[in-house]
């Protein structure tokens, strides 16, 4: 959505709006996304906030920055304070008004998500990297070692909640994210890292645990099937598994993960045209419905890149045009989640500008499909 022609790069518009737009709290954690039109933030998530401080080191790799160092120390302590739970895992949502609070996800519930923990893990695998803190090793520690012992099932499968309060786990399984499923592969992510620092066995064995899990859940064509109900493969989650196939794969030298996220990333952009592609397809009709999203757009054009695909500039050219632009610089840069809702949206903006950086700079693609700090 462009409401005025301002010929800036949008990698540096991008970073600008998530330094100065306010999506950070003054605390530390990140909102899920602005709503423009009331010129107020959602909640402060947890997940987005282990993306954040991903995505604040990716930057600074590209071009080192204190602000963005510190910013990610922010977000961290943010984490380390207020949502990590004494259990090991991580709170999900803390809700600024209590009365439009979701139960399911709010830090009152006291449920934790496997997923959600899991990108925080890598947030803050990666910042310890950075900076060799010890408190943060102790903490990845902890909720890794949680997930394997609380959450992850025999067959590599992670259950998607914890109840902190009864000590027990559920799934209730309405939609993708609430169910085992093979989205949370990408959870390998921070287990594979947490290996490489640690040398302890059990991350790795349980990083290609869920992976393996995960190909039990891809059918002939090469998809995902993300909801084992409706038998139905969205987008957002099927890519996710791919990201995890390829993290996995390439640090563990596991070629049938590579070429099963391969496969799985032909489906995907099979279905790609000049307008994108759209999120849910249902194998009863063979076709996708419901709407477009940029976090989908911004994820399969960061596989295609990686895999080197057709279309890929399709996909950036649709993309660009969820990039608010406005001459109110504190807002302008972000990307909105769709083009229906005045949402600019905080992993939508992280994962469209590892794209465009990515688009830019291929270098930070490996041969073997690596990409370091993959947000």
Not at 24 to 32: C, E, L, R
Not at 204 to 214: G, Y
Not at 264 to 290: E, L, Q, R, T
Not at 355 to 364: F, H, I
């Amino acid at each position: 959505m462009k409401n005025l022609k301002i010929e800036q790069d949008p990698v540096r518009l991008g970073k600008n709006w998530l330094i100065n737009s306010g999506i950070q709290s003054a605390p530390g954690g990140f909102y899920a996304w602005i709503d423009l039109d009331a010129q107020s933030p959602s909640f402060l998530y947890s997940e987005i906030t282990g993306y954040a401080i991903t995505t604040l080191l990716f930057l600074n790799r590209l071009s080192p920055e204190g602000v963005l160092i510190d910013r990610a120390q922010n977000a961290a302590d943010w984490l380390l304070r207020e949502a990590m739970h004494p259990c090991g895992g991580f709170k999900a949502r803390a809700y600024q008004d209590g009365i439009n609070a979701d139960p399911l996800y709010s830090f009152n519930s006291e449920n934790i998500f496997s997923f959600d923990s899991g990108m925080v893990l890598y947030g803050l695998v990666n910042l310890y990297k950075q900076t060799k803190q010890d408190k943060l090793l102790s903490s990845c520690r902890e909720c890794a070692d949680f997930l394997i012992n609380k959450m992850q099932n025999p067959d590599g499968s992670f259950n998607s909640i914890f109840s902190a309060k009864t000590n027990v786990n559920i799934n209730p399984g309405d939609k993708w994210s609430s169910q085992p499923g093979s989205f949370h592969a990408k959870i390998a992510l921070g287990l594979t890292d947490l290996f490489e620092i640690t040398n302890e066995i059990r991350y790795r064995e349980s990083a290609i645990k869920v992976c393996e899990f995960a190909l039990t859940k891809q059918d002939a064509t090469g998809r995902f099937i993300t909801d084992n109900h409706a038998q139905t493969t969205h987008l957002h989650p099927h890519a996710y598994t791919i990201e995890g196939l390829i993290y996995a794969g390439t640090a563990f030298k596991i070629a049938k993960f590579i070429d099963q996220a391969q496969k799985a990333a032909n489906w995907m952009f099979k279905h790609v045209d000049k307008n994108g592609v759209n999120d849910i397809y249902s194998p009863k009709n063979a076709k996708f419905g419901h709407f477009q999203r940029s976090d989908i757009l911004a994820q399969a054009m960061r596989l295609g890149l990686i895999f080197n695909l057709d279309k890929t500039s399709l996909l950036k050219a649709r993309l660009e045009n969820y990039q608010y632009l406005t001459e109110d610089s504190r807002q302008s840069g972000g990307f909105l989640y769709n083009l229906q809702e005045k949402h600019l949206n905080s992993w939508c903006s992280m994962f469209a500008l590892q794209a465009l950086v990515l688009e830019q700079n291929p270098g930070l693609i490996a041969k073997n499909k690596k990409v370091e700090l993959f947000i």
